[in-house]
């Protein structure tokens, strides 16, 4: 298994350290990166990232056997429709978007007799700053990857990026495009919305930064995950809109009974409460490959 | 500056830890110490934690020219009674609690006319794992540890609390019990309640065990905390419940907001206010010594 060449849609942290661990493992000949921003193309060829940078999305696909399309997830559709004319019949195509069911679709309507060629992609990975300059081809090792193909997609496209990711040092792992999506609403993108919302409760608050002066350890933990890149992040919420709503319900269910096992002084109640996330929690253990 | 005897009244992780340290600077001679569990005392001896165990918190206290009190603190008045009379008149004493109002009112009830051998202490520090098995000489470097003396507190008892700690390498600073649970509902009280009653809403969901093993290092670093120890925090919570519903509240608010804004669809308005919360965490650095 080696390809020709990478057509890389998007050099951030993703598609660069995509690009990387490819390269790493001996996978590719030529990686061809296209990305909106002069200063991103620059830095991704300095940094060895991308051999030759394309001028559209288009061009970064024509003569790719492999594409990987890593950009905000609400860009997907426009960068399918622009690449579906010039994409390869016999290529492979794959994106890294953190929601499925809206890129699925995007894939069927933009893509059309070519929706054969996509297997959507989720790695469970990151950094807590993006950017082509923080790329890393180790960013996938020991890490998940969810293929969320459909009924369309044909098992020998399944099978080939399943190769890629495992030679990439990925755990791959198969679900529905909405399964997908209801999980990580759970253990993804609410614990985002509550990170955002209690920054932001707190610097609204007149002593805010007092209060953060004093913030440790914990704090800094329970928060990393606020320092999300904000147009990501937007486009997640809203993608998985519905899933996400209904995890924060749920959420606020718990957080009212804690409230009121407070206000009641409930001892018991709460040392229960608590000792049952506590032991959910330290039970857990990050599924690695 | 070198103590006789530290009386160690809980030889848990802060209390074992400030033992270790207060050895390992050479401030102490020896270590008595107390606590309610036969196999605890039995590992702070082989530890080298405690030099001999004493049987209840008065005989820890007695014949000890400095006293750490480091028990959950609902547990704080009662030991503070048990020992009142046997404490030295010119002792010091100090506490480890996270809460300082609900442990300064404990310690004038409890203390009498002993109150000004007593300097409230909250050192920032901690571990996932309690225990003194897990006590280390270097918890409490390069962290904060805030004192709350009140206005009976003399200046020379603050002035050697303040050596003390500063010689185990914590940045020492003063605030009133008050303002100090005002700050620590919001960055430690909240977002321990927040982790917790996340972690219940999604084991109480039927596909909750599945989710939980597609969870990555984002969920492992924003859950970290809700491992903490049920009876520590069922105390802390109900010590400081006022303030920590207050800031439960603001939260609520805040996280309205969000949904608000992914339910309308509202990508400028989540954009924005992803954007303060990212802007505000990215900016953030944990205060160090």
Chains 1, 2 share one sequence.
Not at 46 to 52: E, K, Y
Not at 96 to 117: E, N, R
Request: charged content about 15%; aromatic content about 6%; overall charge negative.
């Amino acid at each position: 298994m080696k390809y020709r060449q990478l057509g890389l849609i998007g050099c951030g942290l993703m598609g660069g350290s995509f690009a990387l661990a490819l390269r790493h493992a001996g996978l590719v000949d030529q990686v061809v990166g296209f990305s909106p921003s002069a200063s991103t193309v620059n830095k991704a060829l300095q940094l060895g990232v991308i051999d030759r940078s394309a001028s559209s999305p288009a061009q970064a696909a024509q003569g790719s056997d492999l594409v990987l399309v890593a950009v905000p997830v609400a860009a997907t559709q426009a960068v399918l429709q622009e690449i579906a004319t010039t994409l390869e019949a016999d290529s492979l195509i794959m994106d890294v978007g953190s929601t499925k069911c809206d890129v699925v679709h995007a894939a069927q309507s933009a893509l059309k007799d070519k929706f054969a060629c996509f297997v959507p992609a989720h790695p469970i990975a990151g950094k807590e700053h993006a950017g082509v300059e923080h790329a890393d081809a180790q960013l996938y090792q020991q890490r998940q990857v969810i293929l969320t193909p459909t009924g369309e997609t044909p098992l020998a496209r399944i099978k080939l990026a399943t190769q890629i990711w495992q030679a990439l040092g990925s755990q791959v792992s198969h679900m529905s495009p909405e399964a997908h999506d209801a999980a990580f609403a759970a253990v993804s993108h609410l614990p985002h919305v509550l990170a955002f919302a209690f920054m932001n409760s707190i610097s609204q608050q007149a002593q805010g930064q007092t209060f953060l002066e004093l913030a440790g350890p914990g704090f800094r933990d329970f928060t990393r995950i606020a320092a999300g890149d904000p147009k990501i992040w937007r486009d997640i919420l809203l993608a998985n809109r519905d899933e996400v709503l209904r995890q924060s319900q749920l959420f606020q269910e718990q957080l009212r009974q804690f409230d009121q096992l407070i206000s009641a002084g409930d001892a018991a109640g709460l040392q229960s409460a608590i000792t049952q996330a506590s032991g959910e929690r330290a039970g857990w253990h990050m599924n690695k490959a």
